[in-house]
């Protein structure tokens, strides 16, 4: 295994474990074994668990554009914002759909890490003002004489999903998401009268 293998290796066991049990409940140790490096491998890419917190936030941040960037493609802002419902919906179906390690950090570690929890707003802020900008356009499109706040429905999303995520680890009940994505989506037929 190279050097980044191995480093990624870290980072998504970590991942994984955290994604199931929190980030402190999950230690050096079991990060470790699961991604079959020794504990000298993990302090070689990273000084301890919060650098290591840190970059997972960041990477878990960057795929989550990176998924998104497909959907630009679309001309339709309306069908852009239903192209991501479908995709998140989709993700949200799969097997090793566990929910977001930046709610996970966020609910877990704003009050102790404020590096992580830093990361982790500015990257809902910055999924905020990409729907938004979506959302304005359609508004302009389909529905310039409404009232709503574009911005302020792609925060309602977001709450909406994350809150979906905490439901439905917590009654261990995926279906829970798929269920708040399609009201949201109700949602925006009503504000969107398409």
């Not at 995709?87 to 992580?116: V, Y």
């Not at 802020?125 to 409404?146: H, M, R, T, V």
């Amino acid at each position: 295994m190279d050097k980044v293998d191995k480093k990624e290796k870290i980072l998504d066991s970590a991942q994984c474990l955290m994604l199931d049990k929190g980030y402190v409940a999950t230690t050096v140790d079991e990060i470790c074994e699961s991604a079959g490096v020794t504990k000298g491998s993990f302090f070689y890419y990273f000084k301890d668990k919060e650098e290591m917190g840190k970059e997972m936030a960041q990477r878990f941040s960057s795929r989550g554009k990176q998924c998104c960037e497909g959907l630009k493609g679309e001309a339709d802002p309306l069908k852009r914002v239903h192209g991501l419902l479908d995709m998140i919906t989709e993700i949200s179906k799969t097997a090793d759909f566990k929910g977001c390690i930046m709610g996970i950090f966020s609910q877990e570690l704003s009050e102790t890490h404020p590096e992580i929890r830093k990361i982790c707003e500015t990257s809902f802020d910055g999924f905020i003002s990409n729907l938004e900008k979506d959302l304005a356009q359609a508004k302009d499109k389909y529905a310039p004489k409404s009232s709503f706040k574009p911005r302020e429905v792609a925060e309602y999303f977001l709450a909406t999903f994350q809150g979906a995520m905490v439901l439905a680890r917590a009654k261990k009940d995926k279906k829970i998401v798929e269920r708040a994505l399609s009201q949201f989506r109700e949602h925006l037929r009503m504000l969107y009268k398409k």
